[in-house]
């Protein structure tokens, strides 16, 4: 079941270095894994989303990685930049029309 | 660049009492969506929203929410009388069609946060 008041986990990254985010999911049968990003007071952005067919998706600046055996998601940002700084989203369309969002990550940029 | 609208930014209510809460989807889209996010918590799915039907709810969208197409941009979320545990900011959502091929991006509008007195 949901956790209340759920404590965001926190990564904290020098500007310039790779973020690597993580994210488990639970549903063997999604065929869509999508990452977003929150910014204070907006609403989800997406970055990018991988099929579940594949193993990687690289965008610009960032990658996706697809591990179905252990039902493991990650994002990669490459040179992190103080406008990366968001809570990111690890998600899943579990159905035609719904998605399903995991926990996020808030991600900080270390000047 | 197109965008999803919604208003208002902020609703304080009266527990017990009905809220509307609006949104502008994308011209040309097709499909039309709601989402919660209580206050630190994930965002979670209430319903998806098809040629005038509803297309799927989750569990959270009781009898007490309903959703309507009143005319050609407008799409609402109404919450019949609502509860302290209904405060959460709505984001609407809208995307050109479902993608079963391939992922149909979801534009999320900035959200409406709904406080319940």
């Known amino acids: 079941g949901e956790s209340v008041g759920l404590h965001l986990p926190t990564l904290s990254v020098q500007e310039g270095d790779n973020s690597i985010i993580n994210c488990a999911y639970s549903?063997?049968?999604?065929?869509?894994f999508i990452w977003y990003k929150q910014e204070s007071g907006k609403g989800p952005q997406f970055i990018i989303d991988?099929?579940?067919?594949?193993d990687k998706r690289q965008g610009q600046r960032v990658t996706v990685l697809l591990n179905k055996t252990v039902k493991h998601l990650s994002l990669q940002i490459a040179a992190t930049q103080p406008g990366d700084s968001a809570v990111y989203f690890c998600?899943?369309?579990?159905?035609?029309?719904?998605?399903?969002f995991g926990s996020g990550t808030r991600l900080s940029i270390r000047p | 660049e197109p965008e999803v609208t919604q208003t208002p930014s902020h609703q304080v209510t009266q527990m017990g009492q009905e809220v509307i809460l609006r949104c502008v989807p994308i011209?040309?889209?097709?499909?039309f969506y709601w989402y919660r996010q209580i206050l630190g918590q994930k965002v979670e799915f209430l319903v998806s929203?098809?040629?005038?039907?509803?297309?799927?709810k989750s569990e959270i969208f009781d009898d007490q929410f309903s959703v309507e197409r009143p005319d050609g941009s407008n799409f609402t979320l109404k919450i019949r009388s609502t509860k302290l545990e209904d405060s959460a900011m709505y984001f609407c959502?809208?995307?050109?069609?479902?993608?079963?091929?391939?992922?149909?991006?979801?534009?999320f509008g900035p959200g409406t946060r709904l406080t319940v007195l």
């Open positions: 959502a809208s995307s050109e069609g479902l993608g079963r091929d391939n992922y149909n991006e979801q534009f």
């Open positions: 549903n063997s049968a999604s065929d869509y």
């Open positions: 991988i099929r579940s067919n594949m």
């Open positions: 998600a899943e369309r579990s159905s035609a029309s719904k998605i399903i």
């Open positions: 011209s040309n889209h097709l499909y």
């Open positions: 929203f098809y040629n005038n039907e509803i297309s799927e």
